[in-house]
């Protein structure tokens, strides 16, 4: 209803342990009985081990059609501004592990506390 993320994790490679500990977080001290998760159709969300995860914290998931990006348009928005807020810099630079780390985790703040928006 905010915009705000309330959970995020950064990793190398995009396995079902990635989305179950970003569900944990999100998920920690907030009462997610019948709270709507709509995400994409990637095997993380498919995965039996995260649909039991979310059913067991009273969730209920939604999946996007496939190819329809129209589906998921608010984190579709969000990953835009993160790309030409944060990435789209002039003066081309090698994005190494570490300085995108420090990128996500400055713009998440920014987003979160700073950013203006409008509705």
Do not use: W
């Not at 905010?2 to 009462?31: I, K």
């Not at 496939?66 to 969000?78: H, Q, R, T, V």
């Amino acid at each position: 209803y905010n915009n705000e993320l309330v959970a995020y994790q950064l990793r190398d490679t995009q396995e079902t342990s990635l989305v179950l500990d970003t569900l944990e977080a999100a998920c920690r001290g907030r009462e997610t009985y019948g709270l709507l998760l709509h995400s994409d159709q990637g095997s993380q969300y498919t995965s039996r081990a995260f649909q039991q995860a979310a059913k067991e914290k009273g969730i209920i998931t939604s999946m996007s059609r496939k190819g329809n990006c129209l589906d998921n348009a608010m984190i579709e928005s969000f990953h835009s501004s993160l790309k030409s807020e944060e990435f789209s810099i002039r003066v081309r630079m090698p994005l190494t592990s570490s300085i995108i780390v420090e990128k996500v985790d400055s713009y998440m703040y920014y987003y979160n506390y700073i950013r203006p928006f409008t509705k």
